[in-house]
């Protein structure tokens, strides 16, 4: 009937930069001779530029599980007591690995919609000193909510156990002080707020992760941290990498660099406080309220309506792909994402969209008056610019 453009935003993948996308067409090259030999050590030092840490970072070729993975396998034997936060379903996920992994977790589970709080792990990691990792997301994807970082960083700093963070949504939306925190495992993902495709995921390893890994005897292969460690300091990669997205991934970072990581933060940190004011303002409620992600926002269906009617009327009327809820919560939320590649004209078209959505399906809305809630934000920020 009319032209109808796709848009992506989901919490992963999310939009592609142009400039990487073009990027990747250049792929012919040959990952053990010197072109790529020349680029590698480029890309790596540029990720822990836009990483914010002295610590190494170094890449595998895998979505961000992978490196949840090699998290577990290095650093730890089997029988070590972790702690492990689940508060969703990627909690869940480090709880499964942990299994897995035969590693003895002791589990603190929160709510959907919650978070587990900086107290808790203190005391979890009081009665149990023999804990060597504390596991946890710095924002819970599932659920749109965020963890203290910076408070459970500090904590678990002032004991000898590790502190690992899956921040696959969290860098990029969200501050990170790495090295003063005291995160010793932060995990990244290519699809994310670094707006390339699937297929790399990134990890930071602090002094003290790699001293706890000459005890650690886990069975390792592919994920082997110190081979991939080794080989970098060569400039190459262990195995055979995605050369196509390392290509897309020195543009992604070359554009971070220019704009600047607070600035990134902050687009998403902005786009959040925007769509939340939004959803309040058409009548909707907030899913995570008391701690909220700025690289989603989880917002309720209304009473009576399952999300997933949202979900396909956004996808079939407008092109536009969210995300419903996951695990328990499908039916229940639907999912509005912020990080990367999205601007305010992208959220503009949303919350609009979202309203007409609404008023189809017979709920009270007053059209404009959300988009009206995103247009305030936006003034206020550009006021708070230039005062």
Aim: charged share 20%; net charge neutral; with cysteine.
């Amino acid at each position: 009937m009319h032209v109808k453009k796709q848009r992506l935003l989901t919490p992963g993948p999310t939009p592609l930069l142009p400039r990487a996308l073009h990027a990747m067409m250049a792929s012919d090259i040959h990952h053990r001779t010197q072109d790529f030999i020349q680029l590698y050590p480029r890309v790596l030092a540029d990720l822990k530029e836009v990483y914010g840490t002295q610590n190494d970072v170094l890449i595998t070729v895998s979505s961000g599980t992978g490196a949840m993975e090699a998290a577990v396998s290095n650093f730890f034997s089997e029988g070590d007591k972790v702690v492990v936060l689940s508060a969703g379903k990627f909690g869940e996920r480090w709880a499964d690995l942990a299994k897995a992994y035969r590693l003895n977790a002791v589990v603190l589970t929160a709510e959907y919609g919650q978070v587990v709080s900086p107290e808790r792990v203190a005391q979890a990691l009081s009665e149990n000193p023999d804990a060597k990792g504390v596991f946890f997301q710095a924002s819970e994807t599932s659920t749109g909510a965020a963890h203290d970082v910076r408070a459970i960083g500090e904590i678990v700093k002032q004991t000898p156990a590790l502190c690992i963070v899956d921040a696959i949504t969290g860098l990029g939306t969200m501050p990170l002080d790495i090295d003063g925190w005291g995160l010793d495992l932060v995990i990244g993902g290519s699809q994310k707020a670094f707006m390339i495709p699937p297929g790399l995921a990134f990890i930071s390893v602090s002094p003290k992760a790699w001293a706890q890994s000459e005890t650690a005897r886990l069975p390792r292969m592919y994920f082997d941290l110190k081979r991939e460690k080794k080989m970098a300091d060569k400039g190459e990669s262990a195995w055979t990498p995605n050369v196509s997205h390392i290509l897309a991934l020195a543009e992604a970072l070359a554009y971070i660099k220019q704009l600047g990581m607070a600035q990134l933060v902050e687009n998403a940190q902005l786009l959040a406080r925007a769509t939340r004011a939004a959803a309040v303002e058409v009548g909707l409620e907030l899913f995570a309220s008391g701690s909220p992600s700025s690289s989603v926002t989880a917002i309720k269906a209304p009473a009576g309506m399952d999300s997933g009617e949202i979900v396909k009327a956004f996808r079939n009327q407008f092109g536009s792909i969210i995300a419903n809820g996951q695990g328990t919560m499908k039916g229940k939320i639907f999912r509005i994402a912020h990080l990367g590649y999205f601007d305010f004209a992208d959220l503009f078209a949303v919350v609009a969209e979202l309203e007409l959505i609404l008023h189809q399906k017979g709920l009270p809305v007053t059209l404009g008056k959300g988009v009206a809630a995103v247009q305030r934000t936006y003034l206020e920020a550009q006021s708070g610019k230039q005062s």
